[in-house]
Every structure is written in structure tokens, then in C-alpha cells.
């Protein structure tokens, strides 16, 4: 029902910025919604985590702790994808960040925890970010 793929990871020196991008694609349209959207990251034999997620409907924004005042999440309504600026990029940050989110036939569902990998049914296939110190 939704296909994601992310784009805009890449190496940065430390103290660099990256802006990671996600399309979305629901099938059939106007059928299905996207309630809310998140990027997540997996470091090497470390755990997914969540790092930054948008309700759709109204812009409600969830930061973890270790990006905030150095991420920002945002998403287009217009085309539908999703964003996240990182600014001050830090080697600890090197990770592959991936794309979810939560897709059903309601438009505006009860929110859970938003950066609970447990909360998103749609993921993308990740993209690579690596800083070098």
C-alpha cells in the first residue's frame, strides 16, 4: 500500500550538514493516509532508534534528545515528502537513517509514541550517513 525511499545521506566532516529526503507513494490514492512520518537510525550493532517524527495533520514535531537544536523535521503537504536537516553533524551521528511511517485509512489517527519503531507500519530501505571527525 505505500512505498518509501529515502535519498540525500552521504560523508560529512564533523561539524557539516545534510538534508536527507523521503518520497511516499500510497496505492490506491485517496484511500489510504499517512498519519505520521518519522526518520529513524541504526548505528553498527546498536539498535534502531527514533530521531525525529511530524504528525501530518497538524506539524506536531518529536525530537530525541540527542539531535534537538541540530535536526529538523518537516514535511511538504504539496508533493507529500518528508525532510530532515541535520545541522552540526557529529561522528556519533553516523548511522543509516531510515523513513517510516503509518499508513491506514484514517486521517488523523491516535498518535502513539513517535519514536517507537513499534508505531510505524511502512519503512524505507535506509540511506547512508557517515561523519568523520
Known amino acids: 500500500r505505500a512505498e518509501l525511499t529515502e535519498s540525500g545521506g552521504g560523508s560529512v566532516q564533523a561539524g557539516g550538514s545534510l538534508r536527507l529526503s523521503c518520497s511516499a507513494s500510497?496505492?490506491?490514492?485517496?484511500?489510504?493516509?499517512?498519519?505520521?512520518m518519522a526518520w529513524f537510525r541504526q548505528a553498527p550493532g546498536k539498535e534502531r532508534e527514533g530521531v525525529a517524527a511530524i504528525v501530518r495533520y497538524n506539524g506536531r514535531q518529536y525530537y530525541d534528545d540527542s539531535v534537538k537544536g541540530r535536526f529538523i523535521i518537516s514535511r511538504d503537504n504539496a508533493d507529500g515528502k518528508l525532510y530532515l536537516e541535520m545541522n552540526n553533524l557529529q561522528p556519533e551521528d553516523t548511522a543509516v537513517y531510515y523513513c517510516?511511517?503509518?499508513?491506514?485509512?484514517?486521517?488523523?489517527?491516535?498518535?502513539?509514541?513517535?519514536?517507537?519503531?513499534?508505531?510505524?507500519?511502512?519503512w524505507g530501505q535506509g540511506t547512508q550517513v557517515t561523519v568523520s571527525s
Open positions: 517510516a511511517a503509518f499508513v491506514s485509512r484514517l486521517a488523523n489517527p491516535v498518535q502513539p509514541s513517535m519514536l517507537t519503531s513499534s508505531s510505524y507500519n511502512y
Open positions: 500510497l496505492r490506491p490514492a485517496n484511500t489510504f493516509y499517512i498519519g505520521y
